[in-house]
């Protein structure tokens, strides 16, 4: 297994300390369930227990409200790890850090972090986040969930559809985003915090999808569903602002899981071709092959690169939209792309189950497609450049 040079650059300690200690957890278990998990369809709850356990499902949140206190480097390095070895692990651990915990901590009442942050970064629980729906896609404000407030009750009630959402059925807080004013534009939007034990809640579709089985992506019904008013994250109005800016921090995410699984695929062509011979020798001494091999290298280094930046960018401070929305583009086409290779490295083992490229070729295209089209990459990247 390779040890990237990257960090030696960076030169973190901690860093390369919590990288290894979630590399050594994957190794002893996770990788031997990716497979069996993934055709089980099943969500692997004693897998997050154990990540809690290492203090790993709050990385990124302060130490205040029960995080690691993390940056966001350290957070994109767990997240590799993870996808290293399980697309569909990684995609749930992502989406509950990125988009179910740290909208909290970042717009949150300190009521509301220490009820709901809190158990999202110690206690164990998983946290979701209810943007698309099923009229919607990359035009995400066009939205149909209403949010009307009853004063009488101090109370808002929610109506609507959300759609492909990850986490719902194993999620004890879900992020919604609703109309509060259907004059007022992306003005209107808000944010609340809804316990999937409201009433009126229900997940009503689990879909079986190409790949990323073991993490469920759902379909849910608001049904009349009265939540306090003290469940409004920030003030109203403000939820596309908290949207765009969740998503700056969410590509990064999306764009280390999509290097953890080039890097996975890569390493697994890698070892094939070293070991499998034909006319008398390793197949990777062929030019063919060894070419191949040294272009997914390359590609998923690059793509690392830019992640990283995206990461230290976010972490010192500064707008990372450009960065963010580059290294998600790059890296999720990459991991796609490498994973394609490292199938057709095997020839016809590739195609089958019993080796791991099948599985990172199928969890890799969402990389291109959630959190944000490959399309809409370029639609942020062209805004950014004054294009």
């Known amino acids: 297994m390779e040890d990237e040079g990257l960090l030696g650059i960076l030169d973190s300690a901690e860093h390369r300390m919590i990288r290894d200690t979630v590399r050594e957890f994957c190794e002893e278990e996770i990788r031997p369930i990716a497979q069996e998990i993934e055709d089980e369809h099943r969500f692997p709850d004693e897998v997050f227990a154990d990540l809690n356990d290492l203090d790993m499902m709050g990385v990124p949140i302060s130490e205040e409200y029960g995080g690691l206190g993390g940056d966001q480097l350290m957070y994109a390095l767990v997240t590799e790890e993870l996808g290293r070895v399980s697309g569909g692990i990684g995609l749930s651990y992502a989406a509950h850090t990125s988009l179910g915990a740290k909208p909290i901590e970042l717009f949150g009442t300190p009521e509301q972090k220490e009820e709901w942050l809190r158990p999202l970064a110690e206690g164990g629980k998983l946290g979701a986040w209810a943007l698309t729906e099923p009229g919607s896609g990359s035009d995400a404000s066009n939205m149909d969930t209403t949010a009307e407030y009853d004063a009488d009750a101090g109370e808002y009630v929610l109506n609507g559809t959300k759609q492909f959402i990850t986490n719902a059925t194993v999620a004890n807080s879900v992020l919604v985003k609703a109309v509060t004013d259907s004059d007022a534009g992306y003005d209107g939007i808000s944010t609340f915090i809804v316990d999937p034990a409201d009433d009126g809640f229900e997940v009503t579709t689990v879909w079986d999808k190409m790949g990323l089985n073991c993490s469920p992506t759902c379909e849910i019904l608001l049904d009349d569903v009265r939540i306090p008013e003290d ?46 011979e034909q006319f008398g020798k390793p197949i990777a001494k062929f030019d063919a092959i060894r070419d191949k091999v040294v272009h997914m290298h390359r590609q998923t280094e690059r793509a690392r690169l830019l992640t990283h930046k995206a990461a230290t960018t976010y972490d010192a401070g500064n707008e990372v939209t450009r960065e963010s929305a580059l290294a998600k583009l790059d890296a999720s086409e990459a991991a796609r792309e490498v994973a394609e290779e490292a199938v057709q490295t095997l020839g016809g083992y590739g195609y089958t189950t019993d080796f791991a490229p099948q599985r990172f ?18 639609v942020v ?6 294009l």
């Open 361 to 378: 070729y199928r969890d890799a295209k969402l990389m291109e497609i959630g959190e944000g089209t490959s399309e809409i990459q370029h």
């Open 231 to 276: 469940r409004l994250l920030g003030e109203e109005g403000e939820g596309w602002t908290q949207t765009m800016k969740t998503l700056d921090g969410g590509r990064i995410s999306i764009a280390a899981l999509s290097v953890g699984l080039a890097q996975g695929a890569y390493e697994a062509a890698k070892e094939y071709a070293g070991e499998r």
């Open 381 to 386: 990247l062209g805004r950014e450049l004054g």
